[in-house]
């Protein structure tokens, strides 16, 4: 199994107890709809097959899970830090309606003052709100996403359109 034939979904960030139970840290946003019966572990830059005996997802995106022939916790300790993957096939569908920030990177951003400010590199979520990043001439500029900033967008041309509270830009252009 090949990179290119997998995704990306989290990694594993630390052991459990003595017998080998390790905890994931998911990055996937739809890690409940994972089918976990084998995950791959990225290790010296090559996909090792791990079949999982028992898993228990959280609602903090980890799990806490049991692979097998891991029984002990120095096996374990070697797979801590280390990414996991799922074969492309194993990807849960996703409804077309399920818009989510996320989907917003790519998109160029257009702000009602400044015009055109370049394109969503990145969207994080904080605890009170999203953060989206653009690359603005090279630099990068964050600003919250929310529906009082959106001004409008177009799915189809990948454009969103914002107005910024004022100033916000001039910061950024001080530096």
């Not at 979904?9 to 017998?19: A, E, W």
């Not at 791959?40 to 791990?50: A, G, M, T």
């Not at 002990?72 to 074969?87: G, N």
């Not at 009170?128 to 177009?154: H, K, R, S």
Request: net charge negative.
């Amino acid at each position: 199994m090949n990179i290119d034939q997998c995704f990306y979904i989290g990694y594993i960030s630390k052991t459990r107890g003595l017998k080998g139970e390790v905890q994931l840290f998911f990055e996937f946003e739809d890690y409940a709809d994972l089918d976990l019966d084998v995950i791959f572990v990225e290790i010296d830059k090559k996909l090792v097959p791990y079949f999982v005996d028992q898993v228990k997802l959280h609602n903090n995106s980890t799990a806490y899970a049991w692979f097998e022939d891991v029984d002990h916790i120095d096996k374990a300790q070697q797979l801590v830090r280390k990414k996991i993957y799922l074969p492309n096939d194993k990807m849960p569908e996703r409804d077309p309606d399920d818009f989510r920030y996320s989907d917003l990177i790519g998109y160029v951003v257009i702000d009602e003052k400044e015009g055109e400010l370049g394109e969503i590199l990145d969207v994080q979520e904080m605890p009170q709100q999203f953060i989206a990043t653009v690359d603005m001439d090279g630099q990068e500029v964050m600003f919250p996403l929310n529906d009082d900033l959106i001004v409008g967008m177009d799915p189809e041309e990948e454009v969103i359109v914002v107005k910024l509270p004022e100033g916000l830009i001039d910061l950024y252009r001080e530096q």
